[in-house]
């Protein structure tokens, strides 16, 4: 039944995505930035909220007044943020669950990615609770029906036994403490939020935390267009704790769980919460595959690197590059650009989905792949067109005498270039330079020499088997040889 959905679901992002590549480009794709426009929507909600919490006073008698104070004496400023706060906050739990459901769709959850999965489902929550904190502040009808309906629903585990609710029983009962108490509350949480969507990151190599800038200026100006166009306002007047709530305009995307209460025995919505929540964490560890591949790592060399890389089972070759500091050429990281196509010269890889147009059969069945989907099922050894993407410039080329071969070890050596008098190399760590072979081939390897020394450039060379340049080093170079080479490229 998961397989089924998963592939049901694979089904309509890629449609969706490939809709959205014709209409706004690959770069731009909001698809492909869920996680960036949820860090983007939460600085919005920050800002705007500790723009509304400078004029809110935290009393019984004065919050509401404060908030309709906020809403219609100062519209141009307050009023207009206070909807930009909802929406920011409606469209941020909206991201994170399509970001979510989308790494759920292509089988990015298992494995070593466990540990962003478990954070995700608790900033879920987390930014659910906080959202449903903030409709208790402005102490209206809405936030009267929520406040009871919550306690009495906390109410029901052990340990509590009414004791919440007697709180809410007379108007008298609710004093300015527990309101202190709700913006304690409401601070504290998005903190919290702010904290573990950072220690979320961390596992993600080169992690993106701020979408391209036209999203963002389309998103604030969407934002305000929904503020102008429809206010967020207070439901009811103030507050009546003498008065039964019996006529709402409720939000059914925040306050979905809330009809429940009332239509179900307690115990039961908090074992549906709970209970789906324990499934979705564990759905890491569930054993969703027929079978289970005995290596947990592959060593994969790209060539014009000194070592190989570490990629664990179900790890793209673009992220075990990143984790492991090499530059690759890269944008989407979705399989919508191209950007990062490789050559598979050895071994073999699951391509896993993406857009056709990015890779069209043809070109996969000249041996490319692309790094950012594709994921090894044996040891492989690949060439990456580290240029592919980025205008064509002028490159210098130079003819290089050797000067030093170290063998450093079996398949290592270092290799030391020297420049005809009077030249000069100028780059920046983590650039490479490209060999020029004899028929216009090109090999790349990264300079290991500080940027500093200009007049010499130092390689690391990781023998290939069969490779048709680094046999030639390991083999028949000698000291006193010239190296035609081009450079520097890529961006340090």
Same mark, same amino acid.
């Given at each position: 039944?998961?397989?089924?959905?998963?592939?049901?679901?694979?089904?309509?992002?890629?449609?969706?995505?490939?809709?959205?590549?014709?209409?706004?480009?690959?770069?731009?794709?909001?698809?492909?930035?869920?996680?960036?426009?949820?860090?983007?929507?939460?600085?919005?909600?920050?800002?705007?909220?500790?723009?509304?919490?400078?004029? &809110?006073?935290?009393?019984?008698?004065?919050?509401?007044?404060?908030?309709?104070?906020?809403?219609?004496?100062?519209?141009?400023?307050?009023?207009?943020?206070?909807?930009?706060?909802?929406?920011?906050?409606?469209?941020?739990?909206?991201?994170? @669950?399509?970001?979510?459901? +989308?790494?759920?769709?292509?089988?990015?959850?298992?494995?070593?990615?466990?540990?962003?999965?478990?954070?995700?489902?608790?900033?879920?929550?987390?930014?659910?609770?906080?959202?449903?904190?903030?409709?208790?502040?402005?102490?209206?009808?809405?936030?009267?029906?929520?406040?009871?309906?919550?306690?009495?629903?906390?109410?029901?585990?052990?340990? *509590?036994?009414?004791? @919440?609710? +007697?709180? *809410?029983?007379?108007?008298?009962?609710?004093?300015?403490?527990? &309101?202190? @108490?709700?913006?304690?509350?409401?601070?504290?949480?998005?903190?919290?939020?702010?904290?573990?969507?950072?220690?979320?990151?961390?596992?993600?190599?080169?992690?993106?935390?701020?979408?391209?800038?036209?999203?963002?200026?389309?998103?604030?100006?969407?934002?305000?267009?929904?503020?102008?166009?429809?206010?967020?306002?207070?439901?009811?007047?103030?507050?009546?704790?003498?008065?039964?709530?019996?006529?709402?305009?409720?939000?059914?995307?925040?306050?979905?769980?809330?009809?429940?209460?009332?239509?179900?025995?307690?115990?039961?919505?908090?074992?549906?919460?709970?209970?789906?929540?324990?499934?979705?964490?564990?759905?890491?560890?569930?054993?969703?595959?027929?079978?289970?591949?005995?290596?947990?790592?592959?060593?994969?060399?790209?060539?014009?690197?000194?070592?190989?890389?570490?990629?664990?089972?179900?790890?793209?070759?673009?992220?075990?590059?990143?984790?492991?500091?090499?530059?690759?050429?890269?944008?989407?990281?979705?399989?919508?650009?191209?950007?990062?196509?490789?050559?598979?010269?050895?071994?073999?890889?699951?391509?896993? @989905?993406?857009?056709?147009?990015?890779?069209?059969?043809?070109?996969?069945?000249?041996?490319?792949?692309?790094?950012?989907?594709?994921?090894?099922?044996?040891?492989?050894?690949?060439?990456?067109?580290?240029?592919?993407?980025?205008?064509?410039?002028?490159?210098? #080329?130079?003819?290089?005498?050797?000067?030093?071969?170290?063998?450093?070890?079996?398949?290592?050596?270092?290799?030391?270039?020297?420049?005809?008098?009077?030249?000069?190399?100028?780059?920046?760590?983590?650039?490479?330079?490209?060999?020029?072979?004899?028929?216009? #081939?090109?090999?790349?390897?990264?300079?290991?020499?500080?940027?500093?020394?200009?007049?010499?450039?130092?390689?690391?060379?990781?023998?290939?088997?069969?490779?048709?340049?680094?046999?030639?080093?390991?083999?028949?170079?000698?000291?006193?040889?010239?190296?035609? &080479?081009?450079?520097?490229?890529?961006?340090?």
């Amino acid at each position: 039944m998961i397989r089924r959905l998963q592939a049901t679901l694979q089904w309509l992002f890629m449609r969706a995505e490939a809709l959205f590549n014709a209409a706004f480009g690959d770069r731009l794709n909001p698809l492909y930035h869920l996680g960036a426009i949820s860090f983007f929507l939460f600085w919005i909600i920050a800002a705007s909220g500790l723009y509304l919490y400078a004029f &809110f006073e935290t009393g019984v008698a004065d919050a509401h007044a404060s908030v309709e104070a906020i809403t219609h004496h100062q519209w141009f400023a307050g009023g207009i943020l206070r909807s930009v706060h909802r929406y920011a906050s409606d469209a941020m739990v909206f991201t994170m @669950l399509l970001h979510m459901l +989308r790494y759920f769709a292509f089988d990015r959850f298992r494995g070593f990615r466990w540990f962003s999965w478990l954070t995700g489902v608790v900033l879920i929550w987390l930014v659910y609770v906080s959202g449903i904190s903030g409709y208790m502040l402005p102490w209206d009808k809405l936030a009267q029906f929520v406040i009871v309906a919550t306690f009495e629903w906390l109410d029901w585990l052990p340990g *509590f036994g009414g004791t @919440l609710m +007697r709180n *809410f029983i007379y108007p008298s009962s609710v004093n300015d403490r527990f &309101f202190s @108490l709700l913006t304690f509350m409401h601070i504290g949480i998005s903190l919290l939020v702010l904290l573990l969507m950072w220690i979320h990151v961390q596992r993600v190599p080169k992690a993106k935390t701020a979408p391209p800038q036209p999203i963002r200026v389309s998103l604030l100006l969407t934002l305000i267009g929904l503020a102008l166009v429809q206010p967020t306002l207070s439901q009811g007047g103030a507050a009546n704790l003498s008065i039964a709530v019996t006529d709402l305009n409720f939000d059914w995307f925040y306050l979905l769980l809330f009809p429940l209460f009332y239509a179900w025995p307690l115990g039961q919505v908090w074992a549906l919460v709970l209970g789906t929540s324990a499934l979705v964490a564990a759905l890491p560890w569930l054993p969703l595959r027929l079978r289970r591949e005995r290596k947990q790592e592959f060593r994969v060399t790209i060539l014009g690197e000194p070592q190989p890389l570490t990629v664990r089972v179900g790890e793209t070759l673009l992220d075990a590059g990143l984790r492991n500091g090499v530059e690759l050429p890269y944008e989407c990281r979705n399989g919508g650009c191209g950007v990062c196509r490789c050559t598979v010269l050895h071994g073999r890889v699951n391509h896993r @989905l993406y857009q056709r147009n990015a890779l069209p059969d043809a070109i996969r069945e000249q041996g490319k792949a692309l790094m950012c989907c594709a994921t090894p099922l044996s040891d492989l050894e690949i060439e990456v067109d580290r240029d592919a993407a980025r205008p064509v410039r002028s490159v210098r #080329q130079y003819l290089g005498r050797v000067e030093h071969i170290d063998r450093l070890g079996a398949d290592l050596i270092r290799l030391r270039l020297s420049l005809p008098t009077g030249e000069t190399i100028e780059f920046a760590a983590g650039q490479y330079i490209n060999f020029v072979l004899e028929d216009g #081939q090109r090999r790349a390897f990264t300079l290991a020499n500080p940027p500093h020394e200009k007049e010499q450039i130092e390689l690391q060379m990781h023998w290939i088997p069969n490779g048709r340049f680094t046999t030639f080093v390991f083999t028949r170079l000698q000291v006193g040889d010239t190296l035609r &080479f081009e450079g520097p490229l890529g961006v340090p």
